[in-house]
């Protein structure tokens, strides 16, 4: 079993800059790929960007440019720094650890961008 506890979110301004992490816990392989999501009210949930354990990247052609995802692997931390913040980025952001045996979601944090 896998727990990921997501934390950062918040209520920021249009232009601004936002912090994500997400600390996993438990049975976790060595070998792992941690990934970022969002959902809008009423939206399908669509994929932000992604690390490998090795680290390489993949972003979402709506972020590219703006967001960097990141990951500590001495703390099973995966973020994801988000700037120059737009209206549309407003959702729900969840994180997602997939290994061998399965995939795990957090439970979500909420991101508001609004002035």
């Known amino acids: 079993q896998v727990q990921l506890v997501e934390s950062g979110g918040g209520l920021v301004q249009p232009g601004g800059s936002l912090r994500l992490s997400c600390a996993a816990s438990?049975?976790?392989?060595?070998?792992?790929?941690m990934a970022w999501y969002r959902q809008a009210p009423g939206k399908q949930r669509d994929f932000v960007a992604i690390i490998t354990s090795g680290g390489d990247t993949g972003y979402a052609d709506s972020v590219k440019g703006r967001f960097t995802i990141s990951r500590d692997n001495a703390k099973n931390t995966v973020y994801l720094q988000m700037s120059s913040l737009k209206p549309e980025d407003t959702a729900v952001y969840y994180c997602?650890?997939?290994?061998?045996?399965?995939?795990?979601w957090g439970q979500g944090t909420q991101v508001t961008v609004s002035s």
């Open positions: 438990g049975s976790i392989s060595r070998i792992t790929t």
């Open positions: 997602k650890l997939t290994q061998v045996s399965s995939s795990y």
